[in-house]
């Protein structure tokens, strides 16, 4: 069973920068993919940024240009950096990975704990 540790949120002013980590405790290296969702109050969980094995990435076009998704297999751990926080990015942010369970044929989804990440205006 993978389990996944998120660490980094906090409270920051509109502007300021936060950096999240999601250590894993199997190698990162076989995930398909893995990445960053938030869920604000009253709201459905949305994809923040993605990173595929390949190392491709993609974002929400709301955190595009702020937001920036990477990973060090050699730590197991995946970050987001993110900057010019807004109050809008105030969620609790999850990180995930996906890993395709060849027996099932279907990709296996594992959470983190999440985060609260809270920028005050």
């Known amino acids: 069973q993978v389990q996944l540790v998120e660490s980094g949120g906090g409270l920051v002013q509109a502007g300021g920068s936060l950096t999240l980590s999601c250590a894993a405790s199997?190698?990162?290296?076989?995930?398909?993919?893995m990445g960053w969702y938030r869920q604000a109050p009253g709201k459905q969980r949305e994809l923040v940024a993605v990173?595929?094995?390949?190392?491709?990435?993609d974002y929400a076009d709301s955190v595009k240009g702020r937001f920036t998704i990477s990973r060090d297999n050699t730590k197991n751990t995946m970050y987001l950096q993110m900057n010019s926080l807004e109050p809008e990015d105030t969620a609790v942010y999850y990180c995930?990975?996906?890993?395709?369970?060849?027996?099932?044929?279907?990709?296996?989804?594992?959470w983190g704990q999440g985060s609260q990440v809270t920028v005050s205006s």
């Open positions: 995930n990975a996906k890993l395709f369970n060849s027996g099932r044929k279907r990709f296996e989804n594992y």
């Open positions: 199997d190698s990162i290296f076989s995930f398909n993919a």
């Open positions: 990173i595929y094995s390949s190392g491709n990435t």
